[in-house]
Structure formats: structure tokens, C-alpha cells
């Protein structure tokens, strides 16, 4: 009896990535060193320094990193996200496995709010929460269900046109920016907030005194 070895793929949901885990990859990856090459846009790079140089604090949607041996090929498109393991052999089953979990630590959170289940119980269920619910309730469900349908146009965009992202800096470079400007950003998220509370409470109130039926 002889196992037959099988390719193992695995496709993601919309990712984030950042240099730091680039080299991750490369780690893991130049251990054989056999054939390791990344291309992006038409140019090959023999590694992710070099792509850095070239396309420095930079967001790009398109590369493809791979070796010949073990066979490996991560996709990282703007309409898709996908690795490829030639073989399921103990060699390859661990490194598709090991880049896996580092594929995982970059796709956006939260993720579930990304993929096709939350779309679809989302259509669904504000459509018989419509049907059955009337009055102020059923307002309030349409003004939530607005927020849903803004956040449907964006995970749209980000399958079109940035399913896989990548940032070329240190993740520690982008979070720093974050906490430059964390207080703008947090008051900014408050004042949205407190105004669309406002505006439901506003809905409410005209409905109790008579002025919306």
C-alpha cells in the first residue's frame, strides 16, 4: 500500500498584511532555499527587503510568493487571498500549516463580519424583522438596517479591490500612527455615535407626540 501524495489549498477571507509578516513567510520558506522568488506587478524580487526598497511604506494588491522545492505558491490578489502546497508529505503538510497560522493573524477583523454566512442572515433577517415588526420598532430596524447595508458597500470594495492587502511597513510603524492620532479618531467614532442615538431617539419622540405615524 503507498499513500498518495495531494496538494493542499486553503482560501482566505480579506487579509492585512505587513511587512513583519512577509518575512515570517520568507522565514519559513528560504529554510530550503530552493527557487524562492516573490513577483509583484510584473517584477521579481529575490526578497522582501528588496520589494520594500522598491515599494517603500507603500500599499500594494498584488503578489505572489513561491519555491520550487517544497512546491509552494501564496497568492496575495486584490480579489483573492489563496496558498497552495504541492504535497501532503510530513514536509509539506508542515509548512502548509505553519503558514497558515501566520496567513490567519492577518485577515481583517472581524472577520465572520466579512463572510458570506453574516452577509446573507443579515439580508434575511432584517427582511422579516420588516415584514413582522410595524411602528417605531420597525423604524429603528431600518435605521440599523442602513448601517448593515453601509457596511455590505464596504466589504464589496474591499473583495473587489483589496481583498488581499499589503502594507509595506512594520506593523509597529502603522500602530504608532494610531496612537498619534488615537484621540481624533476616538472622538470622531464618539461624536458618529452620539449623533445616530440622537437621531433614534428623535424618531422615537416624534413618533410618541404624534408628528411621525
Not at 505558491?73 to 480579489?79: A, D, G, I, P, S
Not at 473587489?160 to 502594507?167: A, D, G, N, R, Y
Request: some cysteine; charged content about 20%; overall charge positive.
Amino acid at each position: 500500500m503507498k499513500r498518495i501524495n495531494e496538494p493542499l489549498l486553503r482560501k482566505y477571507s480579506p487579509i492585512r498584511v505587513f511587512v513583519d509578516q512577509l518575512e515570517a513567510i520568507e522565514e519559513l520558506l528560504l529554510v530550503e532555499k530552493s527557487g524562492y522568488k516573490i513577483v509583484s506587478k510584473s517584477l521579481e524580487f529575490s526578497n522582501v527587503k528588496e520589494l520594500c526598497k522598491k515599494y517603500e511604506n507603500e500599499s500594494i494588491t498584488d503578489l505572489k510568493i513561491s519555491s520550487s522545492s517544497p512546491y509552494v505558491t501564496l497568492e496575495l490578489h486584490k480579489l483573492w487571498t489563496r496558498l497552495y502546497v504541492g504535497s501532503n508529505n510530513n514536509l509539506g503538510a508542515g509548512l502548509f500549516y505553519k503558514l497558515d497560522r501566520i496567513i490567519l493573524t492577518t485577515t481583517r477583523k472581524p472577520s465572520f463580519l466579512y463572510s458570506d454566512y453574516t452577509l446573507w442572515v443579515g439580508y434575511i433577517g432584517f427582511f422579516v424583522f420588516r415584514l413582522l415588526l410595524h411602528g417605531v420598532i420597525s423604524q429603528i430596524v431600518l435605521y440599523f438596517y442602513c448601517l448593515f447595508l453601509a457596511w455590505t458597500v464596504w466589504v464589496f470594495y474591499i473583495r473587489l479591490f483589496k481583498h488581499s492587502e499589503i502594507v509595506l511597513s512594520k506593523r509597529h510603524d502603522v500602530k504608532g500612527f494610531l496612537k498619534r492620532n488615537g484621540d481624533q479618531i476616538i472622538v470622531n467614532l464618539v461624536t458618529a455615535t452620539v449623533s445616530a442615538a440622537l437621531g433614534v431617539l428623535g424618531t422615537i419622540f416624534a413618533y410618541k407626540i404624534g408628528y411621525l405615524k
